[in-house]
């Protein structure tokens, strides 16, 4: 696959001209304007796949230095300024955490852990279908790669059950007996604890940086209060539900269980690394849980984990260099925050906030908070990036909300918790989707199909039984 795709870029850049040319609007600024063109080429650049999310984003910081529009006349000021989010803490948290997840694989503890899951519950397709989302839960926190949490240590598990069952990839009418239900059920999981966690997933945090522009702040702690208890109901509904409407030839699994004390037995004793990663994970959680009372920031905690994890020589600098999806992510991240908090400070979704206000009229809060969580939600069918979304629609659609009289805790949790979940309605919609459709096992019908039985459920429970817990707590 070439790196670039000409022909997306020549569009994506007459995107970004069209845009820059259009005669700025009464009571935005000239700057706000241009940075919004580049702001929307570069997404547009993202999900045409013109090139891959680190370039567009070194073509953006590129273009936000030269034409000036955070700092006009002053090129030094400029590339600073361009460069400024590379030294955000929201930055780091989520890259930081990317290398202790690098912990979890390397010393096969994540894998452990998968396993011991599997010996418990295995002895049916349903069980099997628990047993997996549970490993998930437990490596969600500290694991914000969703894509290496699922593509990585879930999935090879996943498939190998399927397989060990007689679901084979490349022949289409065993892929019923179980490939197909796991497949959906370890996928739909994911998203579920991807929303779960400030830390489950790569976008969250950005959510986060979003919210605090305007005056929001969320912690790991307040993320996870508030999903606690829609997350916990679809753990337990979705495998529910899938075996319901996709249900897998195969019910029980017995062999499951036999299979998974095997490979534990051959892993051996726990290891030392792995007993030091255990350690580091248990740490890092009671410090985010308790970072709040103890006035310790989360990026803080996430440092003093890595260090711990270095000293210990659980991971070396050698692996912390060669973690790509970090450094990958830091880039790219970097530069779509600097846009989008530049695009605040620059007057232009306050702008946009008031301009729709003025549409909506009189429409009371509880009538537009739907209305906006519908929006957002299966607006998600045009992106095959779940961050390219946040980027492109969060802080905006939150900015209206909160012109219109929303409550800006409840809509600023709420839109952070689609992120995730809204990955269920295409099989391109989350970074684990194109892994877990590559299998084999499920065709693209059968994934979006039940993906909007899902989405119905997901919103259901997140927004309805969601919305009581969130009451009851008060959010709102």
Known sequence: MKEINYKMMLLT?????????????????????????????????????????GTMSMI?????????VLAPGNPGKSISMALSSFGDKVIWLIGISFFIARGFIKTGLGSRIAYLFIRVFGRSSLGLGYGLGLADLV????????TARGGGIIYPIMKSM?????????????????????????????????????TGTASNPMCQKFAKDLGIDITWMSWMWAAIIPGIISLIA?????YKIYPPELKKTNGATQ??????????????????????????????????I????????????????????VLTWDDVKSEKGAWDTIVWF????????????????????????????????TMAFPILILVYFYSHYMFASATAHVASMYAALLGVGISVGVPPMLLALSLGFCGGIYGTLTHYGHGPAPVYFGSGFVDVKSWWSRGFILSIVFLVIWMGIGGLWWKAIGIY
């Open 334 to 365: 970097s530069a779509l925050v600097m846009m989008g908090s530049a695009l605040n400070q620059l007057g232009l979704i306050p702008w946009f906030s008031g301009l729709v206000k003025a549409k909506i009229g009189g429409m009371s809060w």
């Open 162 to 198: 399927a397989i060990n069952f007689g679901s084979m990839p490349d022949k289409p009418e065993t892929h019923r007996k179980l490939g197909s239900y796991l497949t959906l059920n370890c996928y739909n999981i994911n998203l579920i604890t991807s929303s779960m966690f400030l």
């Open 238 to 242: 979705i495998p529910f539900i899938l």
């Open 60 to 68: 953006a910081i590129a273009l936000v230095a030269l034409t000036g």
């Open 13 to 53: 850049l007459i995107f970004g001209l069209i845009i820059w040319f259009i005669p700025v609007p009464d009571g935005v600024k000239p700057e706000a304007w241009h940075l919004l063109a580049i702001f929307l080429g570069t997404i547009l650049g993202i999900i045409l796949k013109a090139a891959s999310m």
């Open 294 to 313: 103890f006035k310790i920031d989360a990026t803080t905690t996430a440092f003093l984990g890595l260090v711990f994890l270095l000293l210990s020589q």
């Open 259 to 292: 299979m998974a004390s095997e490979k534990l037995k051959e892993m051996g004793a726990v290891s030392r690394n792995e007993w030091l990663m255990l350690t580091a994970f248990v740490l890092l959680l009671i410090l985010w849980v308790t970072g709040d």
């Open 139 to 146: 490596l969600a926190p500290a694991i914000p790669s969703n």
